[in-house]
């Protein structure tokens, strides 16, 4: 088995074949220091905390990991509470993606399985199943491509099969880690006139908060000062208070929906990014990256992957479509129309006041079980 990249769903992927007597190669383009220090999404659905529990590589999680049993909605000066447990059994888990590459990482030397760090693959074969790079190549079974958006696996999809979709959104986030204690006990997702604002964090003591901006914004322009300011602006609340305090890493991230299909030819089988991106506003990527190799390690093991593409793409299209709900329900759309924003203001309204509309955005957010 080889696996083109390092990230959560090829380390992922790795470490359930492993617990399942199943060898594997993992060859990453970048170094070990790069991938342990990508700052990338933290909420962890129930089901792939206990996905990661199988794969024995929970523990830390278990310990750190912050569990939540509903959200937020803020928007016209309320906040309101969206209770994701009550309305469905489930909870999220806040967990930084960084943290489970890590312990990934950390698990998978441990084990003394093959991990190749700054080997950059340049040919994937799909009908022969050959990986190559400089100064290699290896044939496999079956071929995995968690290499991501911009990785050579999807590319190598050969005879004009492969479809694609794709939205681009014509905003994107500013983010930042702020060492300060979290104002909130819960995700906030704000709707405001200045632009949509996120409330989140990753430990007792970090803050990870955003703020909606151009796709193209020059983070030159926004100093500490700044956002700090344009944060309360967006985020205030009669009777609270946004503490802030020093940061410690921002950027500008655009946001896009896209699809791939089918996401198998031959002995190649895609996962993650590198089949489909959803906007972050839903929490979905990294929770469509582990269903996704769930689904393959499962296939690989019981000889099961005729419908890989068919099983995972019914999720995916789900998650797109959440995603893109919460994309634009949330944020200021182009144009500033007045008609728009009482269409959000009203689907608000209606997810707060209605039990039925507030179970279908909590069964979204936890995760449905279509596979």
């Avoid at 970090?206 to 703020?211: A, T």
């Avoid at 609340?237 to 921002?250: F, I």
């Avoid at 019914?314 to 269409?343: K, N």
């Avoid at 689907?347 to 279509?370: F, P």
Wanted: net charge negative; charged share 25%; glycine share 10%.
């Amino acid at each position: 088995m080889g696996i083109v990249g390092a990230g959560p769903a090829g380390l992922t992927l790795g470490r359930l074949l492993e617990r399942a007597g199943i060898e594997s190669v993992i060859l990453e383009s970048r170094s070990r220091e790069y991938c342990e220090h990508r700052i990338r999404a933290g909420v962890i659905e129930q089901r792939n905390v206990e996905l990661l529990r199988e794969a024995g590589a929970a523990d830390r999680l278990d310990r750190e990991g912050i569990v939540h049993g509903g959200i937020y909605l803020q928007f016209d000066g309320e906040r309101h509470h969206v209770p994701l447990h009550e309305l469905t059994g489930r909870s999220i888990v806040i967990y930084g993606q960084t943290e489970i590459v890590k312990d990934l990482i950390a698990a998978r030397l441990e084990s003394g399985l093959p991990l190749e760090f700054e080997c950059e693959v340049t040919e994937v074969d799909p009908e022969r199943g050959v990986i190559r790079w400089q100064g290699g190549e290896l044939e496999c079974d079956v071929v995995a491509g968690c290499d991501g958006f911009h990785g050579i696996s999807r590319a190598s999809i050969r005879g004009g099969i492969l479809s694609t979709v794709e939205r681009d959104y014509p905003f994107g986030w500013l983010g930042i880690l702020a060492q300060v204690e979290p104002s909130m006990d819960e995700l906030v997702y704000n709707h405001h006139e200045r632009g949509f604002a996120l409330l989140s964090l990753r430990s007792p003591q970090l803050s990870r908060y955003y703020l909606q901006v151009a796709h193209d914004e020059d983070l030159a322009e926004w100093p500490d000062e700044r956002i700090w300011e344009e944060l309360r602006r967006r985020t205030a609340l009669e009777g609270w208070t946004l503490h802030d305090g020093p940061v410690l890493e921002k950027g500008v991230t655009g946001m896009r929906s896209f699809v791939a299909s089918p996401m198998q030819q031959g002995r190649l089988y895609l996962a993650g990014d590198a089949a489909h991106i959803v906007p972050p506003t839903g929490a979905k990527g990294l929770n469509l990256a582990l269903a996704d190799v769930r689904l393959l390690a499962d296939g690989i093991a019981n000889g099961g992957l005729e419908h890989y593409s068919r099983d995972c793409l019914r999720r995916v299209w789900r998650a797109e479509h959440f995603s893109w709900w919460m994309t634009s329900m949330l944020h200021r759309l182009p144009g500033d129309d007045p008609f728009d924003l009482e269409l959000q203001r009203s689907q608000l309204r209606y997810v707060t006041t209605s039990e039925v509309a507030a179970r279908s955005l909590a069964e979204n957010y936890v995760g449905l079980d279509l596979v």
